[in-house]
């Protein structure tokens, strides 16, 4: 007899965790990693690690590696609603690799996390492909990751994804803050959407409050309400690469959680500011649903979302017509949205808006 008095033997299977399931998952994803790769790579899919040739970095100076890391928020529960899985690995990556992009690393490798209260190998698989997508649409490899199982503490169709990055970048073109002189110009890179951020706020304006459904077709959107949420993350981190092939830049600013001063003002030097005009562009329509459907002041919603603006660059002025130019031959809708200027004495604000967004 067995200690518990069941009579029965315990397995790991019974307690909810099925690794053949896990095993299957592996067997699906394979195509898509293989898709996402660079030359560095050595081996395959299935070590206990992932490897990267480190001798292409011979060819610089003095290399710096950046790491970043991150997760998509509450828009995994958008995922889970729509049964849609593959388009939110795609946000991950965009999470992580334009973090790394701002000081001008180059993104090198990722890895990622999923954690699952049950294996479903085609929804894990599913997953697996749009953060492979993603590392193709930023030019770098997914070098392994580990899918979790985690019964009792997550639901069945519960799920959460993270993944961390690897780039680098010349010791002596690191970009940031110390570059930023006055009159530079901030040109503006225009978001795909909501990105992956102030979904908490999203939902309960849009769930809670308006109680709206997914499938609810929005005229102003042109789309379903479920299908304009789950609009993946633009990924800047080959244009942004490209800008400092083509013209110098002084910084970059991701604009994610905490809004665009929030983020802007992290790579503004003291003494200077960066004043931002509004009205140089006009948010998409899903922006002011939120704010009319919960009755949500600007001000909440400026420091929450990105209000139309993935990805800002600082550069100098006589460098914005190449920049433009640039991000305009990639597909990049940008303008000059803001300028640096001295700040005054008494003034502790990083980034000012002003003006009234257009239309």
Known sequence: MSESGSGATSTYAA????????DRAVELMKEWVKKASRPEVVGGLGGFAGLFDASALARYRRPLLASATDGVG???????????YDTIGRDLVGMVVDD????????????DYICVGKVYPERVAAIVKGIAEGCTLAGC???GGETAEHPGLLGADDFDVAGAGTGVVEADQVLGADRIRTGDAVIAMASSGLHSNGYSLVRHVLFDRAGWALDREVPELGRTLGEELLE???????????????????AFSHITGGGLANNLARVIPEGLRAVVDRSTWTPGAIFQLVGEAGSVERLELEKTLNMGVGMM????ADSVDVALTTLAD????AWVGGEITERTAGDTEAVTLTGDHAG
Do not use: N, Q
């Not at 307690?15 to 896990?22: L, N, S, T």
């Open 15 to 22: 307690a909810g965790v099925d690794i053949e399931a896990g």
């Open 74 to 84: 509450t828009k995994v529960d958008i995922a889970r609603r729509m049964g849609v």
């Open 100 to 111: 790394l992009v701002v000081c001008g690393a180059e993104p090198l490798f990722m890895t």
């Open 141 to 143: 490899a997914l070098v």
């Open 232 to 250: 993946p993350t633009r990924i800047y981190s080959l244009d942004c690469l490209a800008l400092t092939r083509t013209t110098e830049v002084h």
């Open 313 to 316: 660059a600082v550069v100098p």
């Open 330 to 333: 990639r597909g990049v809708e």
